[in-house]
């Protein structure tokens, strides 16, 4: 597949067509960043372990039977991908009370949730990506009700498979971020990434901080912790 013209470049990645219509590149960066922007870094060789930490967890849920974008990986960093458009509403599944939810609700971080909880969150840089709600999707015509129940239960179906998963490699799935968007075919896939970049992972003995927040909280050891999530997951 020929990567030709970057369609677009965002924080972590950018995102090249090919001479298909339907199908993109996407290469993974090192460039780290946080709080909506406002910190920026690198974190050596960041791009080439999510490419293949995402690439592991994609295909995990396709064999599930989750849609997804992904189409196969080319090489350390790009994978090819399904072209979707983007709804442009994040979805956050919470198991363990963690940053903001920990800070709103008064919770302790690692308060063990009594149930998931998903919360909606608009996706969009200039407002900060505000949480909304099925309502305000609504109003603002961001997605269908029946898309929206779609992706409540891709959601709850994802975090089912991947907290399963996870456990057998003694890491705690704490949270975790999903994009949605839909193909030339009309349905709904599974978009984006999920890596250290987008989940909180923790090892479930020492509760040792495995993914950005090493980076967020300038805790160190940072690629040591996204090469440690990689180790398990192919172990």
């Not at 293949?52 to 849609?67: C, N």
């Not at 969009?124 to 029946?146: F, Q, V």
């Not at 089912?160 to 193909?183: M, N, Q, R, T, Y």
């Amino acid at each position: 597949m020929v990567k030709k013209e970057l369609l677009y470049e965002g924080k972590a990645k950018k995102i090249y067509t090919t001479e298909k219509e339907d199908k993109l590149v996407v290469e993974y960066k090192d460039d780290a960043t946080a709080f909506n922007g406002k910190k920026k870094g690198q974190i050596q060789n960041k791009g080439v372990l999510n490419a293949e930490i995402s690439t592991i967890f994609f295909e995990l849920l396709a064999e599930k039977g989750v849609p997804t974008h992904l189409i196969e990986q080319l090489n350390e960093r790009e994978v090819l991908v399904k072209r979707l458009e983007i709804i442009p509403v994040e979805v956050v599944m919470r198991n363990i009370a963690a940053g903001s939810l920990a800070r709103r609700l008064g919770l302790e971080e690692g308060t063990v949730l009594k149930r998931p909880v998903l919360e909606f969150y608009y996706k969009d840089d200039d407002l900060g990506d505000p949480m909304i709600n099925e309502y305000h999707i609504y109003a603002r015509e961001l997605a269908t009700e029946e898309d929206v129940n779609v992706i409540k239960e891709l959601s709850f179906k994802i975090n089912d498979i991947l907290v399963e998963f996870l456990k057998a490699k003694e890491i705690d799935l704490v949270d975790f971020k999903l994009e949605f968007g839909k193909g030339l075919d009309g349905k709904i896939y599974l978009g984006d990434e999920i890596s250290p970049d987008t989940c909180r992972f923790w090892d479930s003995e020492t509760k040792k901080k495995l993914d950005k927040d090493r980076f967020r909280r300038d805790l160190g050891e940072v690629e040591d912790a996204y090469q440690e999530i990689l180790r398990r997951l192919k172990n």
